[in-house]
């Protein structure tokens, strides 16, 4: 008997996630119906999509992402909802995420002299730095909502990565909010920077902010599209006339980037590469103080911190799924998939799977090997995991030690983001002794 179509519709309404990821079903579909098709029904304001093939099982999930050449990130690039325009599929297609080697490669080596030991080797003590400096600042307080605090950490990071004034950091916040969240309506319109304490060229930027959220017809505009960025990337370019010796988009500019391509990257950058720990962080600590066991157990054997974020991001992968398209038919776990089909893995999912991890449903800070996918696999591999790793240990390794009795605030139930595609938190009370 197969699983009604409505229960698989689940894994694709963003809904779903704010009350959790659904782990039991991911476990249901697993057992019987590893790669199965997935309508997209209206949601809200958005309109339905064609439907897709969801990949659930770790060994499918780690094939279609090491095959590009069968499972393209290009031909209708990673997100699920498909591109409202043909421009807007082409202004996708010029960004790294959303493309195929070997145009991949070249733009993934224009930015990884910025990722290598030697270059983290310099952030890794401002890090250290930054993150003690966060939780003395908490400290007298007994009480605070986490998430904020998780958000400071990468923000800050990638400021100093990419240039940006430490004036304009919350404008990075906001771009983030508006992509990431905008099936949340507590993100969707995001605008928390305050004009009179942005430099010039931030407040300049603020003009090209989209007054309106939907397009000439009425429809939605997709967050991720030119328009519903244009103060972003005139951000970008401002920042580029004269960008601070060494930083990210100062590379990008020596590479000599086309126009897409450097709006692009500093899409990438300044969104993804700030949102995936924002998520990573609170979700990882929430994680910790719901297994209250391995908690101690942490508080005890600091030097097991390493291997606890991983586990970490495997319990709480920051990034739910990610999308390919099908170059030709293909075969995949039995199922037949035509050319043209979206493909979507799931990196839930496959961090679940009873047949990589025992025990997969519980916390294990010490578990190792750990074969999560929670930073992709394959060409597509995050190319900033290693500094995502340096950031999370520290501050992990800072909380666990500096605040005695950590636990959830009691009557605070944590608040998730409205996605299916972050694994996030809005809110997250946290007390101490």
Same mark, same amino acid.
């Given at each position: 008997?197969?699983?009604?179509?409505?229960?698989?519709?689940?894994?694709?309404?963003?809904?779903?996630?704010?009350?959790?990821?659904?782990?039991?079903?991911?476990?249901?579909?697993?057992?019987?119906?590893?790669?199965?098709?997935?309508?997209?029904?209206?949601?809200?304001?958005?309109?339905?999509?064609?439907?897709?093939?969801?990949?659930?099982?770790?060994?499918?999930?780690?094939?279609?992402?090491?095959?590009?050449?069968?499972?393209?990130?290009?031909?209708?690039?990673?997100?699920?909802?498909?591109?409202?325009?043909?421009?807007?599929?082409? !202004? #996708?297609? &010029?960004?790294? %995420?959303?493309?195929? $080697? +070997?145009?991949? =490669?070249?733009?993934? @080596?224009?930015?990884? *002299?910025?990722?290598?030991?030697?270059?983290?080797?310099?952030?890794?003590?401002?890090?250290?730095?930054?993150?003690?400096?966060?939780?003395?600042?908490?400290?007298?307080?007994?009480?605070?909502?986490?998430?904020?605090?998780?958000?400071?950490?990468?923000?800050?990071?990638?400021?100093?990565?990419?240039?940006?004034?430490?004036?304009?950091?919350?404008?990075?916040?906001?771009?983030?909010?508006?992509?990431?969240?905008?099936?949340?309506?507590?993100?969707?319109?995001?605008?928390?920077?305050?004009?009179?304490?942005?430099?010039?060229?931030?407040?300049?930027?603020?003009?090209?902010?989209?007054?309106?959220?939907?397009?000439?017809?009425?429809?939605?505009?997709?967050?991720?599209?030119?328009?519903?960025?244009?103060?972003? !990337? #005139?951000? &970008?370019?401002? %920042?580029?006339?004269? $960008? +601070?010796?060494? =930083?990210?988009?100062? @590379?990008?500019?020596? *590479?000599?980037?086309?126009?897409?391509?450097?709006?692009?990257?500093?899409?990438?950058?300044?969104?993804?590469?700030?949102?995936?720990?924002?998520?990573?962080?609170?979700?990882?600590?929430?994680?910790?103080?719901?297994?209250?066991?391995?908690?101690?157990?942490?508080?005890?054997?600091?030097?097991?911190?390493?291997?606890?974020?991983?586990?970490?991001?495997?319990?709480?992968?920051?990034?739910?799924?990610?999308?390919?398209?099908?170059?030709?038919?293909?075969?995949?776990?039995?199922?037949?998939?035509?050319?043209?089909?979206?493909?979507?893995?799931?990196?839930?999912?496959?961090?679940?799977?009873?047949?990589?991890?025992?025990?997969?449903?519980?916390?294990?800070?010490?578990?190792?090997?750990?074969?999560?996918?929670? !930073?992709?696999?394959?060409?597509?591999?995050?190319?900033?995991?290693?500094?995502?790793?340096?950031?999370?240990?520290?501050?992990?390794?800072?909380?666990?030690?500096?605040?005695?009795?950590?636990?959830?605030?009691?009557?605070?139930?944590?608040?998730?983001?409205?996605?299916?595609?972050?694994?996030?938190?809005?809110?997250?009370?946290?007390?101490?002794?």
């Amino acid at each position: 008997m197969g699983i009604d179509q409505a229960r698989v519709n689940r894994i694709f309404l963003p809904g779903t996630y704010s009350e959790g990821v659904p782990y039991g079903l991911f476990r249901e579909l697993r057992a019987q119906a590893p790669v199965c098709w997935v309508e997209e029904p209206v949601v809200g304001e958005w309109p339905a999509g064609p439907g897709y093939w969801a990949v659930l099982r770790h060994a499918d999930v780690k094939h279609v992402l090491r095959s590009p050449e069968d499972f393209s990130s290009y031909l209708g690039a990673t997100q699920i909802r498909d591109p409202d325009t043909r421009a807007d599929l082409e !202004f #996708a297609r &010029a960004m790294m %995420l959303n493309q195929d $080697p +070997p145009d991949h =490669s070249r733009l993934r @080596r224009a930015v990884a *002299a910025a990722f290598t030991p030697r270059a983290l080797h310099e952030l890794t003590t401002a890090i250290e730095e930054r993150a003690a400096e966060l939780v003395q600042a908490i400290r007298p307080l007994g009480e605070v909502d986490f998430v904020p605090i998780a958000a400071d950490l990468p923000v800050w990071t990638l400021a100093r990565i990419l240039g940006v004034p430490e004036q304009d950091r919350q404008l990075l916040v906001d771009w983030s909010n508006r992509v990431i969240g905008y099936q949340d309506p507590d993100y969707a319109r995001s605008g928390t920077a305050d004009p009179s304490q942005l430099t010039d060229m931030g407040r300049t930027a603020l003009v090209h902010r989209p007054a309106a959220l939907t397009t000439r017809d009425g429809r939605p505009l997709n967050p991720r599209s030119r328009a519903a960025l244009a103060d972003m !990337f #005139a951000y &970008a370019h401002a %920042l580029a006339e004269k $960008p +601070p010796p060494g =930083s990210i988009v100062a @590379r990008m500019r020596e *590479a000599g980037l086309s126009a897409d391509e450097f709006e692009t990257m500093f899409f990438l950058f300044g969104v993804a590469g700030n949102e995936t720990l924002r998520n990573g962080l609170p979700g990882g600590l929430y994680s910790l103080l719901i297994h209250p066991d391995q908690y101690v157990r942490l508080s005890r054997r600091p030097d097991l911190v390493a291997p606890a974020v991983e586990e970490m991001l495997r319990f709480w992968p920051p990034v739910l799924e990610f999308r390919r398209t099908a170059t030709r038919d293909v075969v995949l776990a039995g199922q037949p998939i035509r050319a043209g089909d979206k493909v979507v893995v799931y990196h839930a999912s496959a961090n679940r799977d009873e047949s990589v991890f025992h025990d997969a449903d519980r916390l294990d800070v010490a578990r190792m090997p750990n074969d999560h996918v929670s !930073f992709g696999f394959g060409p597509h591999f995050c190319v900033g995991a290693r500094l995502a790793r340096v950031q999370m240990a520290a501050l992990i390794r800072r909380v666990v030690a500096g605040l005695p009795g950590l636990e959830l605030a009691p009557g605070a139930p944590p608040k998730r983001l409205v996605s299916n595609f972050q694994n996030g938190l809005k809110d997250l009370r946290m007390c101490w002794r």
